[in-house]
């Protein structure tokens, strides 16, 4: 039975003390991989301590990673071993060398950070410092301060046409970070799917959390409803207004059967992921799920990894009233995980107008930006053998080149070249036939992500992109005129 001395805990929650006392366990081998851990109840009447501090630790664990649900099972350690560990009190690091970085970055989770605002931002955060230590040393409300949540609200009833209480909108850490509170709140009697393909993240979050996913394919129009209700799934999570990586907009018709599915049934959701939304190069944006619900039950999810900075790790997400009520009656004793000073000066971010002056010229900058390297491709040997199917959205090409390589000796040789690029299979959930995952034929699907490349770098990660596919079995990529 697991033993721990609950009056080392200093100011520590119980439940963080309890979470960070197992999790070292893990990390040093004490608590062995696949190991069983106690039941919640068994642990908590050991501990003297209530089922709910228990429960809590546990899905903190789960959520990170470190601990796996298995349901009328109990909760197991999951596999760590490629932590390297002191000794007890030393700072734990990961074993192996750290992430390699390549000379032309074409993944897709780059984005150009020479765009971020830096003097401004700076100058709101010094601004910041100085305004009412109260409020800015003080407790955070569990959902984030409400200076953030009213300017977000009012900047998505001007640009994305929702209405919005502030007090529906929830700041967190990052997408991931939110994805997993809302499991917790839903609980592992729901069943969700996943586009497919889709954010690996997400799916990987889902298993940890000992739920049910069903990965539904898209085609020409988004997510297939029919295989939706096939499923019996009772919440999705898609991206109608760009689905990833193909760019595909849900129109009204298949949006009209989706809002026909979630109202079809009591307790079905829509998680609306809008991540990258922004980026929308023709026409105006596309209207969000959220705005068109009439019975409350689509929650929107969005980020500024990518339109700020990824380091900020600020996102945040708005529920409808009902699961507003029912979180702040479940979970309002987490606290919010992003600082103060980085929600108040977001806050005046917002409501100065520089968030939106600031995508105005990104969006201009990744116009051109796209151009240059669609041009750059043309101009290369490499247009011979490649097709681009690109989209008005996003900062990413999805290039299908034909070729007698495999994904991974494209990687690799990629790699040899110093170009670190990504695929469309990538993002595929498992399960899934060659066909839904981006290959056609004997060709590959490649990622150009172009927001990770600085304009002076466009003609050489083309003519590096050349020399992978270059010279295959004795034949030569060369001009077009061979």
């Not at 997993?180 to 959390?209: C, Q, T, V």
């Not at 009204?252 to 922004?278: A, C, H, M, Q, T």
């Not at 409350?296 to 980020?303: A, P, R, S």
């Amino acid at each position: 039975m697991l033993t721990y001395d609950l009056g080392q805990r200093g100011s520590l929650p119980l439940y963080e003390y309890i979470y960070q006392r197992i999790r070292q366990d893990i990390i040093t081998g004490r608590l062995r991989r696949d190991e069983k851990l106690p039941s919640k109840r068994a642990l908590a009447e050991h501990l003297r301590v209530g089922v709910v501090t228990v429960a809590n630790a546990y899905a903190q664990l789960v959520m990170e990673g470190y601990l796996r649900s298995v349901e009328k099972r109990g909760f197991f350690v999951e596999d760590v071993s490629s932590f390297r560990t002191k000794p007890e009190g030393a700072r734990c690091v990961i074993a192996g060398p750290p992430r390699q970085e390549y000379e032309v970055d074409l993944s897709s989770n780059r984005n150009s950070t020479v765009l971020f605002p830096a003097a401004t931002w700076a100058r709101l955060m010094r601004e910041t410092l100085t305004r009412d230590p109260h409020q800015l040393y003080g407790v955070i409300p569990y959902n984030g301060v409400y200076e953030l949540r009213a300017a977000l609200a009012e900047y998505l009833r001007r640009n994305r046409g929702m209405e919005v209480d502030p007090n529906q909108v929830f700041i967190g850490s990052g997408t991931e970070f939110s994805y997993g509170r809302l499991l917790l709140l839903f609980g592992r009697e729901k069943s969700l799917a996943l586009e497919n393909p889709s954010n690996s993240r997400i799916a990987g979050i889902i298993r940890h959390f000992g739920s049910v996913f069903h990965s539904i394919p898209i085609d020409g129009e988004g997510l297939r409803v029919d295989a939706l209700e096939a499923s019996g799934a009772d919440v999705v999570h898609l991206s109608p207004a760009n689905f990833f990586p193909t760019g595909v907009v849900m129109p009204i018709r298949r949006r009209l059967e989706l809002f026909e599915w979630v109202n079809r049934r009591k307790g079905r959701y829509i998680i609306e992921d809008d991540f990258n939304s922004e980026f929308r190069y023709q026409g105006r944006y596309i209207p969000t799920l959220y705005a068109e619900d009439t019975q409350d039950k689509v929650i929107y999810m969005n980020t500024f990894s990518k339109s700020l900075a990824p380091s900020l790790r600020i996102s945040y997400m708005v529920l409808p009233p009902r699961l507003v009520a029912l979180y702040r009656d479940n979970l309002d004793f987490y606290s919010c995980s992003v600082p103060a000073l980085e929600q108040y000066t977001l806050a005046r971010f917002l409501e100065e107008g520089f968030f939106e002056r600031h995508l105005n010229r990104v969006k201009g900058f990744y116009r051109e930006h796209r151009k240059h390297v669609l041009e750059a491709l043309e101009a290369s040997p490499l247009s011979r053998l490649a097709m681009v199917e690109e989209s008005p959205a996003g900062t990413h090409l999805l290039l299908y080149v034909r070729t007698g390589l495999s994904r991974e000796e494209v990687r690799r040789r990629a790699r040899e070249r110093g170009v670190d690029l990504t695929f469309y299979s990538d993002y595929c959930l498992p399960g899934t036939g060659l066909p839904e995952c981006g290959c056609r034929g004997q060709q590959v699907a490649v990622l150009l992500n172009y927001a990770g490349l600085l304009p002076g770098q466009v003609e050489e990660a083309m003519d590096r992109l050349t020399q992978v596919f270059a010279a295959e079995k004795g034949r030569r990529v060369s001009g077009k005129g061979e």
